[in-house]
């Protein structure tokens, strides 16, 4: 490791190992918090593991509250990392039970905010490793890429696969992110419950809070 991404892996440490509070919650795009900090989001399927991501990298249990029910998070959370970087936490979309489509869920409120938010920095669309780049995540991507939206794909879960089967997954969504404008080159896998990947994550997202 060079001295420059040592630098920059303690500065991620040192953030993500600060103060992480509860700012706001906003159920329309006409109640968002001031737009004063750079801004990183994390969207992705229901049960994609974003609750548990989110409470790994900040280091607590009860950051995002961590739901077995699908859907259960019907607006956009955020929180203050450090003073410098302000993370929120979308809906989950994808479920069935909760919306009609994809589409007609974001349009109300998780796209507007993601196309309309100017001090939106990085979108973290999370994949579940298991099961790979559905439907409904391609247009998350597809909607993202029409908005000119840059994201990043982060696989999660990954201890739940083999060597072999973590390979794969990450050559495809690999793939699948060189068929999108928006879709930043780099792809994370990750896993929340053995904090696996979570340094390279953490480092990607310090990057781009305020100095």
Known sequence: MSSDDAGAAEAARKLFAGPCDFIW???SIDNLPPATLPEVAFVGRSNAGKSSLLNALTGRKTLARVSNTPGRTRQINFFNLGGKLVLADLPGYGYARASKSLAD????LIFAYLRGRANLS???????????????DKQAMGLLDQAAVSYVLA?????QLSAAERLKAEDEI????RTHTAAYPEIF???ALKSLGLDALKAHIAA???T
């Open 25 to 27: 919650g906003a159920t």
């Open 105 to 108: 869920e974001w349009q109300n």
């Open 122 to 136: 990085r979108v973290i669309l999370l994949v579940d490793a298991r099961r790979g780049a559905m439907d409904t």
């Open 155 to 159: 696989l999660t879960k990954i201890d």
């Open 174 to 177: 690999t793939k699948e992110s």
């Open 189 to 191: 896998a990750t896993s």
């Open 208 to 210: 781009l809070a305020a």
